[in-house]
């Protein structure tokens, strides 16, 4: 593979943080934008190496990549997976990941199958507690993408059960609400172990969006690694920088490297395509001893 002439190693880029974005969503998932546009964004703001890192779906990779590859970006395919974590979930971001021939096109299959089964679970809950049915709403407003909580968000303001989706989070679907359903992920070991055996690096995304304290992070870290996750997202939009300093402590120990992502979804005042703390110094990049594709 390394003498494959659509391929290099990405270290030899030598790549500043700002060039670098591993993590952002199209309109094959929750984003707001297509593959092909988000390649052309990345591009407007100085990214030289990204990843189309879609919910739980491989649908824009193709386009992705060619775009990427006339624009003369460097890519590696990416998806961000669904996991169960104890009675709570979380984000795997996988980088590099196996398109085809490998079981990712069965996983993917898995877990849209899993978002299907619980649109209906979010919406019987939802008619249970006297809201008026959103499932057809919500999927009209997927349209052809993987049916998620911010398709329901957005079928609640045009129905006008509330103002803007963000009341839609926090109201109804947001973390320990009603329309917060869980039950039908995989769990985080087998999510890991599709990632790998694909040929990816699995990356915990965004530990500090997930409503624990640092001390229970730690320990999801902690588990994460010992089931053989291998790099922890340290450069985010938001994190706070002591947790940033105590978690690439962590990571330094447990052998992780870190990735550096924006989870942009699409224009805001607030995130920028690129846009990431800094990262910490001591740890690897994910992405500096893999293969990338060439533009
Ligand atoms: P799902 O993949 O269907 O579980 O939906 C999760 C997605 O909803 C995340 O990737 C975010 O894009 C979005 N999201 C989660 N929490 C919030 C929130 N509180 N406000 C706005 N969007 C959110
Ligand atoms: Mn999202
Ligand atoms: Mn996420
Ligand atoms: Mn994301």
Same mark, same amino acid.
């Given at each position: 593979m390394i003498n494959n002439p659509l391929y290099c190693q990405a270290?030899?880029?030598?790549?500043?943080?700002?060039?670098?974005?591993?993590h952002c969503h199209s309109t094959c998932s929750d984003?707001?934008?297509s593959p092909a546009r988000m390649a052309e964004l990345m591009a407007e703001h100085g990214v030289q190496l990204w990843s189309l890192t879609?919910?739980?779906?491989?649908?824009?990779q193709q386009q992705a990549m060619a775009a990427s590859r006339a624009l003369g970006l460097h890519y590696l395919p990416g998806v961000e997976c669904s996991a169960k974590y104890g009675k709570g979930q979380v984000h795997v971001v996988g980088l590099?990941?196996?398109?085809?021939?490998?079981g990712m096109p069965e996983a993917m299959q898995f877990l849209q199958e899993a978002r299907r089964e619980r649109a209906l679970e979010i919406d019987r809950r939802l008619t249970k507690a006297?809201?008026?049915?959103?499932l057809a709403a919500a999927q009209l407003q997927a349209a052809e993408a993987e049916l998620g909580r911010p398709h329901f968000a957005r079928a609640m303001v045009a129905e006008r059960v509330v103002k803007d989706e963000r009341q839609a989070f926090d109201l109804?679907?947001?973390? $320990?609400?009603?329309? =917060?359903?869980?039950?039908m992920w995989p769990e985080l070991d087998q999510v890991i172990a599709w990632i790998r055996e694909s040929g990816g690096r699995a990356v915990l995304a965004?530990?500090?969006?997930?409503?624990?304290t640092l001390t229970k992070v730690r320990a999801l870290v902690a588990d994460f690694a010992r089931q053989g996750g291998q790099a922890?997202?340290?450069?985010?939009?938001?994190?706070d920088p002591q947790w940033q300093v105590n978690l690439a402590r962590d990571a330094e120990s447990l052998g992780l490297s870190y990735s550096r992502g924006s989870d942009f979804h699409g224009p805001t005042p607030w995130v920028k395509p $690129?846009?990431?703390? =800094?990262?910490?110094?001591r740890l690897p990049g994910v992405w500096q001893d893999m293969l990338v594709c060439k533009p």
């Open positions: 270290d030899a880029l030598q790549l500043v943080p700002a060039q670098v974005d591993l984003g707001r934008q879609d919910h739980d779906c491989l649908t824009g590099g990941v196996g398109l085809v021939e490998t006297g809201l008026p049915s959103l109804w679907l947001g973390a $320990g609400k009603l329309g =917060d359903v869980k039950l965004h530990p500090h969006r997930l409503k624990l922890l997202e340290l450069s985010v939009p938001a994190m $690129g846009q990431a703390l =800094d990262w910490p110094t």
